[in-house]
């Protein structure tokens, strides 16, 4: 399942909206009926309005009425070259554990190793209401 996520992810990488930063990423995210929706960042002129590959591909499953998720992968690199891991900035992390239960898979791949984590390690202290 992992290499149909990259593969998914790599060819939603073509998408990502980065003329600012040039640092392209893309998410591929795998919900529990087996459906997979990817997202890109997008980038804003505005810089703070910009939108994490992430969060866009829980947009579109969320938009589609997904509500449970099993394992989200994330690539990115400078000019969309993949290098190294990209890990889920700070914000992801708290909007993914609204929707997302502690063992979620949150899966890194560099573009010749995979690295997994759960939501649970990556916000051990996230707030909640
Ligand atoms: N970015 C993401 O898409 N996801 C993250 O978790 C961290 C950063 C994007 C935002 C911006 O377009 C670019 O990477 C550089 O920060």
Same mark, same amino acid.
């Given at each position: ?9 790599? &060819? ?10 040039? /640092? ?44 449970? /998720? ?28 609204? /929707? ?19 939501? &649970?390690?990556?916000?051990? &202290?996230?707030?909640?209401?």
């Amino acid at each position: 399942m992992k290499e149909i996520l990259l593969e998914r992810a790599l &060819k939603a990488l073509e998408n990502a909206y980065a003329p600012y930063s040039k /640092f392209q990423v893309a998410a591929a995210l795998e919900c529990a009926d087996g459906s997979i929706f990817t997202g890109v960042n997008i980038e804003n002129a505005s810089f703070g309005a910009t939108l994490c590959a992430e969060r866009s591909a829980f947009a579109a499953a969320l938009s589609e009425g997904k509500r449970q /998720f099993v394992r989200l992968l994330i690539i990115g690199g400078s000019a969309g070259h993949i290098s190294a891991y990209c890990p889920p900035c700070g914000i992801c992390r708290q909007f993914m554990s609204e /929707f997302c239960a502690p063992d979620f898979e949150i899966v890194l791949c560099n573009g010749e190793q995979f690295e997994t984590h759960t939501l &649970k390690e990556l916000l051990p &202290k996230g707030f909640s209401l």
